[in-house]
């Protein structure tokens, strides 16, 4: 059985490893790897095919950054010419990215199987470019892969129980693969000497394209008690450029890191402050508390018992949640750590008529 495998951004590259790893290990199931390219820089994709030891993709469309009609677009009839000529027998996606919503439409267009891991995840937020990637690739797919019961429920509600499989969360399966190779090599060199700090991350459009939003976050971090650690997307940083956005000598920012530094500085921090769905749920895993810098949140296991708070970009709010909190006990909402094992079995049994 053949298996195409649709990647192209960052975290799709880390939940692509870890159902790669099974995937690839299981008689009689053959992958073939594509990446969009929606990626390129070395550090925002190379990188991880190194270190996560992902096998080179079997294709690469090189479809870079542009936007949002244009690059989905471009996936769009790529992705197209390339399954009329290898035919696979599924094909599978993840995540909320544009390169998940092309790849599912073109699959599904050409009538083949296709299957979404991290189905049934919801903001509530239209305005999000993935909240509607999210909506249109789970109505399209044939097999949705949830992470959590949250999620079963939510495709319920949608019409769409028939498709959804509870398998867990394949993130957290990564980080208990992952989190045991990570050493003191995986350091960043740009943290010096450093060792009490925040780590932070901004990238979402709501707080980058909003020149007030992306200020007040950055007021906010510069008023903190510590170093606040930021590697930087690219997006973001050209944004802090263009915008004059001031930074306090406690800000440090650096270039992104790959997936096992970012476990180093989540494991050695002392909090966690986001914009990012991925890192919310990476800091549950790791133990540290998060502050997300969001109006919503679609993992909201993580709220539970004071391990998250949703603080929006309001400056006081942001200095005022680093302050004084306790979290509890975690809840067992992601599963049991073998999810990519549950979604190879499935795909691997199940059988699609339409
Ligand atoms: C994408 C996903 C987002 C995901 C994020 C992870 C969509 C709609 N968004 O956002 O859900 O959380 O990836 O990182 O698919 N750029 C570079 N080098 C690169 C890639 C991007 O410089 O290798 C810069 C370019 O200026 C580009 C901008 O980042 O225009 C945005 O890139 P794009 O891939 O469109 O979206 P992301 O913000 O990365």
């Known amino acids: ?22 995937l690839r290990k299981t008689d009689g199931l053959h992958e073939v790897l594509i990446h969009t390219g929606q990626h390129y820089d070395a550090n925002m994709s190379e990188i991880f ?22 690059q989905t677009g471009l996936m769009l009839d790529r992705i197209e010419q390339l399954l009329l000529k290898e035919q696979p027998d599924w094909v599978l996606t993840y995540g909320d990215t544009n390169s998940t919503v092309a790849g599912s439409l073109a699959a599904t267009k050409l009538h083949i199987p296709t299957a979404h891991v991290e189905a049934g995840l919801r903001s509530f937020n239209r305005r999000m470019p993935e909240e509607i990637n999210r909506i249109a690739t789970d109505h399209v797919s044939d097999l949705l892969f949830a992470p959590t019961q949250t999620a079963m429920e939510l495709l319920k509600r949608e019409g769409l129980a028939d498709r959804a499989r509870f398998t867990g969360d394949v993130m957290f399966d990564s980080i208990l693969h992952y989190k045991q190779m990570v050493t003191e090599a995986h350091r960043p060199q740009s ?8 780590l932070a991350t901004i990238h979402r459009p709501e707080n980058t394209d909003d020149p007030q939003r992306l200020k007040n976050i950055f007021m906010a971090f510069s008023e903190l008690n510590k170093a606040v650690v930021i590697p930087l997307h690219p997006r973001t940083q050209k944004l ?24 180093y500085l989540l494991k050695h921090c002392s909090m966690v402050l986001t ?12 133990g540290k508390m998060c502050v997300t810098l969001r109006d919503e949140t679609e993992w909201i296991e993580t709220l539970e018992n004071g391990w998250n708070v949703i603080v929006g970009a309001d400056r006081e709010k942001i200095v005022q949640a680093t302050q004084g909190r306790k979290a509890g006990r975690q809840t067992e909402a992601f599963g049991d750590g073998r999810a990519a094992e549950k979604i190879v079995e499935i795909i691997k049994n199940e059988e699609i008529h339409r």
């Open 240 to 263: 802090i450029k263009k915008g004059g956005v001031p930074l306090g000598e406690n800000v440090k920012i650096v270039e992104p890191v790959s997936y096992l530094q970012m476990i």
């Open 49 to 70: 095919f190194k270190e996560l030891q992902i096998p080179e993709p079997d294709y690469n469309l090189e479809v870079g950054s542009g936007p949002h009609g244009k």
């Open 275 to 286: 914009d990012s769905g991925g890192l919310q749920k990476e800091a549950y895993f790791m």
């Open 1 to 22: 059985m053949k298996i195409a495998t649709i990647v192209g951004a960052r975290p799709q590259f880390i939940k692509a490893a870890t159902v790669s790893r099974v």
């Open 191 to 198: 943290l010096g000497d450093l060792q009490d700090y925040y």
